[in-house]
């Protein structure tokens, strides 16, 4: 399999002075920082290649094991946190937690329905009552 090879050459131009565009030196951000960043891009985005490289050049760039580490971390709570603004969006959208609250409330009428009761304990028929009767005292 070869890289780009489904790109036109001026896309490919395009692309490539785009990149050397934003990983120059003198910048806002020192080298290092930039491949600490993509390699948290590059996991987020599930890039294998580009994790590769990005892990590389950050080492190049000095980058030691508890910052790799940090990067990683950093991917791994912003996924997360992805998944748990998914759900907000979709429990606003779709009302999930009122069809679990529904769902709820469903089990707990088959439970009544199999016991007797919610609680468990057995289903007395109406007029008698649960205490013992002075006759089986």
């Known amino acids: 399999m070869k890289s780009y090879e489904l790109l036109e050459e001026r896309m490919k131009n395009i692309y490539f ?30 890039c294998q290649n580009c994790l590769e490289g990005h892990l590389k050049k950050a080492m190049k760039y000095g980058a030691d094991g508890a910052e790799v580490r940090e990067a990683v971390a950093i991917a791994v709570g912003v996924s997360a946190a992805t998944i748990v603004d998914r759900s907000d969006l979709a429990n606003f959208h779709m009302k999930i937690g009122q069809m679990l609250e529904k769902a709820d409330q469903t089990d707990d009428v088959e439970e009544t329905e199999k016991n007797g009761s919610a609680s468990g304990k057995p289903r007395v028929p109406k007029g008698r009552s649960r205490t013992k009767s002075k006759v089986e005292e």
């Open 17 to 46: 002075d785009f990149y050397k565009e934003t990983y120059k030196e003198g910048t806002a951000l020192d080298n290092k920082t930039k491949e600490l960043i993509a390699i948290a891009a590059s996991l987020g985005s599930g």
